[in-house]
């Protein structure tokens, strides 16, 4: 059990003292209680608060500044850091190699745990939350810069700003949760790292890329996503990359994209996910370059399928297999597939994509009718959005998901209690055929 924050760190015990007395390499348990911070830590230690300590510090820098190679730093509750965006103050600030911070508590700290220039640390079991501020004011939960070969897994983060991957590479994200945040996570100049299995809820955007090629996002759960700029997962000018098996859902827009793929001769391949019941299912920003592969997704209640703005057309892309909930055609050989294309043209309700403003009347009567009347009788030949060859129909025609995720034992009971009361979202998957 946590114990609680009450006082001045100047009430506390300093827990420098007992840094300072502790040989390198040693183990390190202070009896259960509160202490006073900050810690700057410059020798390799194993501290572990066995929920039973709390370090305070007294609203000044960090709480921790981890600044050697090979320490653990676990089972603590870390609070009350400065509020100074110059100085980064944070739970952990990490600069050194091979760390493990783990299993900590980290609230009322501007930034989480900040990983600057530091490389192959495990960042694991922590539960984050910022300052009490208006979310711009916030910091960030985990922010890695500069940092390569680290491992940020099963984490959770809540009401911090964003999760931040700066100019890092070769870095696994996995198994994190986050909510009441900006982006979930934020690359910038950032490639070949991993981010799979992360759960993502009503945060202003899931997963945005920027200028990071060669990233594989799997798996990942991103759900409500609104506002005006609420998106699940959004690439600018961003190539080689592999979505795959991910679960977009009622978001403001599942997937955007902004000159992407833009190295030359390099592709973006989005296999097999689920994006449901968004405003918009994908959006181009640019002009659709080619590039980008779309096969077996599947494309259900969005109240818009795909859209681009101006002139931007997915037409350019390929298409192939995917299953769309608003297709028309038949199977009368009954392979699953359909005997005609699916295609996605645009007519009257360009308007609304073209003109911002007009947006405010996505859905009313008058362009209701407008688009029926222009499907009904053109005046002009409307733009070819995209074409799929190979529509799927039924769920059978859907290949499973090449890997899965072997839940635990808990995960197992948590899904057998609620066997007898479905969730509405497991009844999407039923409806879809998966499991």
Request: charged share 25%; aromatic share 10%; glycine share 10%.
């Amino acid at each position: 059990m946590w114990c609680p924050t009450f006082g001045f760190a100047g009430d506390f015990p300093s827990f420098q003292a007992l840094v300072d007395a502790a040989d390198p390499n040693a183990v390190l348990e202070p009896p259960p209680g509160i202490y006073a911070g900050p810690v700057h830590i410059d020798k390799p230690l194993t501290i572990d608060g066995q929920h039973q300590v709390t370090i305070d510090a007294g609203g000044k820098g960090s709480v921790i500044v981890l600044d050697t190679d090979g320490a653990i730093i676990k089972n603590l509750h870390l609070t009350n850091s400065g509020s100074s965006h110059d100085n980064i103050d944070a739970g952990v600030q990490v600069r050194g190699n091979f760390n493990v911070i783990k299993d900590n508590l980290i609230d009322d700290c501007l930034f989480g745990i900040d990983i600057q220039q530091s490389n192959n640390n495990l960042v694991k079991h922590n539960r984050i939350s910022s300052k009490a501020v208006d979310l711009g004011l916030r910091g960030d939960a985990i922010r890695l810069w500069y940092s390569f070969e680290n491992k940020v897994v099963d984490n959770e983060f809540r009401d911090s700003r964003d999760m931040v991957v700066w100019y890092s590479r070769d870095n696994v994200l996995s198994g994190n949760k986050g909510t009441g945040g900006r982006y979930s996570m934020h690359f910038m100049y950032s490639q070949y790292n991993l981010v799979e299995d992360n759960e993502f809820r009503h945060n202003s955007v899931g997963i945005f890329l920027m200028y990071s090629d060669g990233i594989i996002l799997r798996r990942n759960n991103i759900t409500h996503a609104t506002g005006a700029t609420g998106m699940g997962m959004g690439w600018k000018e961003t190539s080689d990359i592999i979505v795959e098996n991910n679960e977009v859902l009622y978001n403001a827009k599942g997937l955007y994209f902004d000159l992407s793929p833009f190295q030359p001769d390099t592709t973006n391949r989005i296999t097999g996910n689920l994006i449901a019941y968004n405003g918009v299912g994908i959006e181009f920003h640019d002009d659709a370059k080619f590039g980008n592969i779309f096969k077996d997704n599947v494309f259900k209640g969005n109240v818009t399928q795909v859209m681009g703005h101006a002139k931007a057309r997915a037409v350019n892309n390929t298409w192939e297999g995917n299953r769309w909930d608003d297709f028309k055609g038949f199977d009368r050989d009954g392979d699953g597939i359909g005997d005609s294309p699916y295609e996605l043209y645009a007519y009257t309700d360009r308007i609304w994509m073209d003109v911002p403003p007009a947006r405010f009347f996505k859905g009313s009567p008058v362009l209701e009718v407008l688009d029926f009347l222009e499907r009904l009788a053109p005046f002009s030949e409307p733009d070819l959005m995209l074409r799929d060859q190979r529509p799927v129909l039924t769920s059978e025609a859907i290949p499973e998901p090449t890997a899965a995720v072997e839940p635990d034992q808990e995960e197992v009971g948590a899904i057998e209690r609620q066997a007898e009361q479905p969730s509405a979202y497991d009844l999407l998957k039923k409806s879809l055929g998966r499991p």
